[in-house]
């Protein structure tokens, strides 16, 4: 099953004060135009979707280069694509929202979902972010979490949402917070065979 969240049309119109334009009469440089113009423009260029099977590859990609980029380790390519590939074959436990800009994935998001006793209800974690490094500073992050709280909005059983960063992630950290998430007081510990060091 394949469900879908297209947020942009190929000719939706372009509002300037009290103008519109069809996109097809913009001018080629997006900068040239006013800011509120180039926001509409940016958000008609991404569609955000639910990932597939086919975008396996691109998130096993991405999952490396996060573990690298943000705690220095080098993960085993064979295990993280297995990874990948099972959330695929077990939707209960999960899945991965992917945003498209200019025909390549920009960027993606894992969402797992843990139930609460507390709130008789499921919480969806927020993991295994990434954007490209040329789509960064964008939106590409915020339109994948305006994704996750429309579909959060549409399911009653979920009571919200929650992620964990690295501590010392301060771009990450801020963008969380102007999307309106707040630091919690818990601490997270763990223990296993590949516990972080």
């Known amino acids: 099953m394949t469900v879908e969240f297209v947020c942009c049309s190929g ?4 509002h300037v004060g009290d103008r519109s334009q069809s996109d ?3 001018p080629t440089r997006p900068s040239a135009l006013p800011a509120a113009a180039q926001k509409a423009l940016m958000k008609q260029d991404m569609r955000i ?3 597939d099977e086919r975008d396996a590859q ?4 991405f999952n490396l280069a996060m573990a690298r980029e943000t705690e220095g380790r080098d993960l085993a390519r064979a295990i993280v694509q297995a990874g990948v590939r099972s959330l695929f074959q077990h939707p209960e436990a999960g899945f991965y929202v992917v945003a498209e800009k200019d025909g390549r ?3 993606s998001l894992m969402i797992t979902r843990e139930w609460s006793d507390w709130r008789n209800g499921v919480y969806w974690w927020i993991q295994s972010v990434y954007v490209r490094k040329e789509f960064r500073r964008q939106g590409v992050y915020r339109r ?3 994704f996750v709280k429309s579909e959060l909005a549409r399911d009653e059983n979920v009571c919200g949402f929650r992620l964990y960063v690295e501590k010392d992630n301060h771009i990450a950290r801020k963008t969380y917070e102007t999307l309106g998430m707040i630091e919690t ?3 997270m510990y763990e223990e296993g065979r590949d516990a972080a060091p």
Not at 11 to 14: F, K, L
């Open 105 to 107: 994935i920009a960027g």
């Open 11 to 14: 000719s939706a119109d372009v």
């Open 58 to 61: 691109t998130l096993t990609d």
């Open 24 to 26: 097809a009469y913009l």
């Open 185 to 187: 007081p818990y601490r």
């Open 49 to 51: 979707r639910l990932a």
């Open 144 to 146: 994948l979490y305006e």
